[in-house]
């Protein structure tokens, strides 16, 4: 577990291990979710990952999730 510190802005950084491990980079989108007394930050899924899903093997039940955890983060967030 890492310890970061928070600015007067509130802000934090993210330790490079994690950003290198999770692929993030400047300008990612971060889901910011409360979960009781913690703080959740989960990577938003890039487009350009999305490219060419619809022809992978069971690409619709992966779309399918895709949409729904969109739908429960930008509706319910």
């Not at 989108?29 to 490219?51: N, W, Y």
């Not at 429960?72 to 967030?77: L, S, V």
Request: glycine share 8%; net charge negative.
């Amino acid at each position: 577990m890492e310890v970061v510190k928070l600015s007067a802005k509130g802000q934090i950084v993210i330790p490079a291990q994690i950003r290198k491990e999770l692929g993030l980079e400047a300008g990612d989108i971060l889901l910011v979710e409360q979960k009781h007394e913690a703080v959740l930050l989960k990577p938003a899924t890039k487009l350009a990952k999305l490219r060419g899903i619809d022809r992978s093997e069971g690409a619709s039940e992966e779309v399918d999730t895709l949409r729904e955890e969109w739908d429960e983060e930008f509706e319910h967030g």
